[in-house]
């Protein structure tokens, strides 16, 4: 079974700290992404990265960072959060060959 | 620019028939997929369909591609209660990427 995991369920941050989530899988995914899902706009891509060192920008990468040094582990950094980085994020990986993600289960996070 | 527009809510009865509709707007997709999202969950891939089918079945799942009106359907038969989730139409956006649409949210009620 694919396991997609990612460092918290629930966090609380206060305006302006430094949040890192991290997301770990197993299954030496070459691809991997974080989304942040809010109600009615579904998910929406922050960046994504295909090889270690590698990233993109998704559709809203302001106010976020990313960094993978390692292969099955894919980390978004939010440099100075903001009450409006309340959202849920989650992470996903997948082969190069496919279109098919494997998610998380997710992280709320709360911005205070 | 791309786009996958979805009602965001459906309301059935259970052991009715539930049709969660979706359009796109990439005519060159290859593939096309339905996620389900349980509460508390990340998402998980139900099924997909090529975009050179009409029809994909799946036990209760039957998936319906209008590729001219670029239009997908997904029916679940005998809707269970823990069919009751969110969920989301996507089509392949390049570059491995997928783009999502806001999702149906489907409760299921006795």
């Known amino acids: 079974d694919v396991k997609v995991t990612q460092s918290s369920r629930y966090l609380v941050k206060r305006t302006g700290e430094k949040v890192f989530l991290e997301c770990v899988q197993d299954m030496d995914h070459e691809n991997m992404f974080w989304y942040r899902q809010d109600p009615g706009l579904g998910l929406r891509l922050i960046y994504f990265?295909?090889?270690?060192?590698?990233?993109e920008k998704g559709d809203i990468p302001e106010g976020y960072s990313v960094s993978r040094e390692k292969k099955e582990r894919f980390s978004l950094i939010l440099e100075s959060a903001s009450t409006n980085q309340t959202s849920m994020y989650l992470c996903?990986?997948?082969?190069?060959?496919?279109?098919?993600?494997?998610f998380g289960p997710g992280t709320r996070l709360t911005v205070t | 620019g791309e786009d996958v527009e979805q009602s965001l809510f459906l309301s059935v009865r259970e052991g009715d028939s539930s049709v969660i509709n979706c359009t796109y707007t990439?005519?060159?997709?290859?593939?096309l997929y339905w996620y389900k999202q349980e509460p508390g969950a990340g998402l998980q891939l139900l099924t997909y369909i090529f975009s050179n089918m009409d029809m994909k079945q799946d036990q209760r799942l039957t998936v319906l591609l209008n590729k001219k009106d670029k239009h997908l359907s997904l029916r679940i038969a005998d809707t269970q209660t823990g069919d009751s989730a969110i969920y989301f139409c996507?089509?392949?956006?390049?570059?491995?990427?997928?783009?999502f649409g806001a999702g149906t949210r489907l409760a299921v009620h006795p």
């Open positions: 996903a990986s997948s082969f190069v060959q496919t279109y098919e993600q494997y």
């Open positions: 996507a089509e392949d956006g390049g570059y491995n990427k997928l783009i």
């Open positions: 990265s295909y090889d270690v060192k590698m990233k």
């Open positions: 990439d005519s060159s997709s290859t593939y």
